[in-house]
């Protein structure tokens, strides 16, 4: 390769490995050109390019683009899972799990998640996880559960008193149904009234209009004794 054409690939390395955050790479020593290709059709189907690479000229990219930790994985055979924007991780990993279970060939190595470098363990649990989407509705449900028990707490109590509302304006209507049936019908109420009460004449009382006069009063045992005394003493 000419001094240029490796220059080139430097340059073109540089940029794809500054724009990519996330990558995995993979010892692919033993694939053919046609399981290569297959893997990489898979791939690409997740948001991710497989390359082959030069460990060489891959040094030199990574030191030019900041990613040191790159370095330690290039040894023998290389081949990079560059994923773009947009591209699932988990997808990705999980397309190169089965590969290396499937071909008992492909290798995995490591890589960097986010900028930060994961191991071939790493990796291999990342592939076990559920889809993005799936990850992204378990979160959603995680985040309105706690969301939807408020909500049940505080509407909870207003139901309740709707309820009870509901109830109360039921008995209430049956109590003045009751009241209604015992009112009397009008032009009836004038039996129904008791008459005035009329205090009793006193029958010892002197008949004014008769002109009688009231008789003398009797006289007292006490007048008796005192004119008595008086006989006595006079004789």
Known sequence: MQKSDKERVVQE?????????????????????TEIDELRGRLLEQGARFSVVKNTLTRRAAEAAGTDALLALLEGPTGIAFL?????????????????????????RGGLLEGAPVS?????????LPPADVLRGQVLGAIIAPLNAIVGLVTAPLQNLHGLIDARIEQLEAQG?????????????????PAPSQEPEDESAPSEEAGEEPAE????????TTEAAETTEEE
């Open 177 to 193: 149904g009751g009241a209604a049936a015992d009112e009397p019908a009008p032009g009836q109420e004038a039996e129904q009234e």
């Open 120 to 128: 071939a363990e790493e990796i291999e649990r990342l592939a076990k």
């Open 13 to 33: 390395l540089t940029e794809r490995l500054k724009a990519a955050d996330t990558l995995i790479v993979a010892d692919y020593r033993g694939l053919s050109m």
């Open 84 to 108: 773009e924007s947009g591209g699932d991780p988990v997808a990705v990993a999980k397309t190169l799990s089965d590969t290396a279970r499937d071909t008992r060939i492909l290798t995995i």
């Open 217 to 224: 009063a009797e006289e007292t045992p006490a007048e008796e």
